[in-house]
């Protein structure tokens, strides 16, 4: 059996893997290296700049606080010019008020006592002319109000006067009929209430004695 | 049977319903075991109609405790009150007992026959009566020649 070629190939594929097992260890060890490097790197780029953000925000504050009390500054002088302007222009509307106040009643005095001269004056022609038509008017009144008196008493007088008449006869003759059959449910009435029971007994035998004689009960 | 006088029972055509009535309540408890005649006719009745009932049945020889008899003689009454015939009268005033006894005597009396009265009334007929018979109208009150004088 030729074993010794195997334990050759055996021997030289061991080496073969032994060979790429070193390999690979020496270049996981040199990438572990560079990794190291990187990170120390990174570390001082990161200290770096945390140096300079809090240079910027610190820069940043101080420019914000700066800028506020500028503004605070600012505020406060428009304020206390604002109330000195308030303050003046209120003063001005009230002297102007006051003054317009004063125009206005000066005004309405004069327009009012040219207003009651003028009334006067007004109510003089009126008395004057208003007498004489109303006396013309009255006349006219009297006259039209004889001549419709006159056409009244001519015309609609005799025929309000029929009806009347009319009226009057109709209406007593049914208060007659009316009095009349009072009278008779009254007297009939009184007749009936007036008649003894006796009486009445007896009535109604004498009405059977009539009814037998006229062959009611044959 | 013809000759029975039943006026002392009723009168008018109310009460003879209502006596008849009565006849028919006591024929149905004629043959109960606690059937009483004279305790029916009391309940019916009252006492003294009881007496004059017994009368009437002495009169016609019946016995109180002869149940067919008994039977036999109240269905002859009922149909003798069914067949009485009637007479409506209207009068001008409410008559009492005894006026009502007048006039129902009358008729036996004049015209010999038992009439039941049917009685009304109308106080403005004045006096007299109208009567209403058989189909036949009569106006005998004093109205009609009331009217005539009031109308002249």
């Not at chain 1, 570390?43 to 101080?62: P, S, W």
């Not at chain 1, 109330?83 to 001005?92: N, T, Y």
């Not at chain 1, 009347?164 to 009349?180: C, F, T």
Request: hydrophobic share 40%.
């Amino acid at each position: 059996m030729p074993t010794l070629p195997l334990q050759v190939i055996n021997l030289i594929a061991d080496l073969t893997i032994f060979f790429f097992v070193g390999y690979y260890l020496l270049r996981f060890v040199k990438r572990e290296k560079d990794l190291e490097e990187k990170e120390k790197l990174l570390k001082e780029k990161e200290g770096k700049i945390d140096t300079e953000y809090h240079l910027v925000v610190d820069n940043a504050l101080t420019k914000e606080r700066k800028i506020i009390e500028d503004a605070t500054d600012q505020a406060e002088s428009i304020i206390s010019k604002t109330e000195f302007v308030s303050q003046e222009s209120k003063e001005m509307v009230n002297r102007a008020l006051r003054q317009m106040a004063f125009d206005i009643q000066k005004e309405s005095y004069d327009a009012g006592r040219k207003f009651i001269g003028d009334y006067e004056i007004f109510l003089d022609k009126l008395s004057v002319t208003s007498l004489s038509g109303f006396q013309n008017i009255t006349k006219e009144f009297g006259t039209d109000l004889e001549r419709q008196i006159k056409e009244f008493r001519q015309t609609l007088l005799p025929s309000i006067e029929k009806e009347i008449e009319g009226y009057k006869i109709q209406r007593l003759k049914s208060l007659d009929k009316e009095i009349n059959a009072l009278v008779q449910k009254v007297s009939q009435k009184a007749l009936n209430k007036s008649i003894p029971s006796e009486d009445h007994s007896n009535l109604v035998i004498e009405s059977l004695e009539k009814a037998k004689k006229e062959g009611i009960f044959d | 049977m013809e000759d029975l006088d039943l006026s002392v029972f009723f009168k008018t055509n109310v009460e003879a319903i209502d006596f008849r009535t009565g006849l028919s309540n006591i024929s149905e408890k004629i043959y109960s075991t606690d059937f009483d005649l004279e305790k029916a006719l009391i309940a019916q009745f009252g006492i003294e109609k009881k007496d004059r009932f017994e009368m009437l049945l002495r009169n016609n020889n019946i016995l109180p405790n002869s149940g067919p008899a008994l039977k036999d003689f109240l269905g002859k009454l009922q149909e003798k009150i069914s067949s009485l015939p009637v007479i409506s009268l209207t009068l001008a005033f409410e008559p009492g007992e005894r006026d009502l006894e007048s006039i129902f005597d009358w008729f036996p009396l004049n015209i010999n026959k038992q009439l039941l009265l049917d009685i009304k009334v109308d106080t403005d007929i004045i006096a007299g009566a109208y009567i209403n018979y058989n189909g036949k109208y009569s106006d005998f009150s004093i109205k009609p020649i009331f009217d005539q004088i009031c109308s002249e």
